[in-house]
């Protein structure tokens, strides 16, 4: 059973939030900053990391992304405040 990353990358302004979910969080994350990562993050420069979680299994993990990019942007911005207050870069600590 493979574990799975769900995460959150945010612009500098930190007004857009982008949720994916990946097996390797620090190959993703180098992705995204190159503007390989998707069309999304690369469109609106999407290139800090500001939350994820460590998920047991890659398909709880999916279904994880999928529950949280229905969630409202409020609910998302608790939710990374809950553990960044600050919103601060997280890519060096992984």
Request: with cysteine; aromatic share 10%.
């Given at each position: 059973?493979?574990?799975?990353?769900?995460?959150?990358?945010?612009?500098?302004?930190?007004?857009?939030?982008?949720?994916?979910?990946?097996?390797?969080?620090?190959?993703?994350?180098?992705?995204?900053?190159?503007?390989?990562?998707s069309?999304?993050?690369?469109?609106?420069?999407?290139?800090?990391?500001?939350?994820y979680?460590i998920?047991?299994?890659?398909?709880?993990?999916?279904?994880?992304?999928?529950?949280l990019?229905?969630?409202?942007?409020?609910?998302?911005?608790?939710?990374?405040?809950?553990?960044?207050e600050?919103l601060?870069d997280?890519?060096?600590?992984?």
């Amino acid at each position: 059973m493979k574990k799975g990353y769900v995460y959150i990358m945010m612009n500098k302004n930190r007004t857009v939030i982008y949720i994916g979910v990946t097996s390797d969080l620090k190959q993703r994350v180098a992705q995204h900053r190159e503007g390989k990562g998707s069309a999304f993050t690369a469109k609106y420069n999407c290139h800090y990391l500001v939350y994820y979680e460590i998920i047991p299994d890659m398909m709880q993990a999916i279904e994880r992304e999928k529950k949280l990019k229905r969630w409202h942007r409020e609910w998302k911005l608790n939710l990374i405040k809950s553990l960044n207050e600050g919103l601060k870069d997280l890519s060096e600590d992984i």
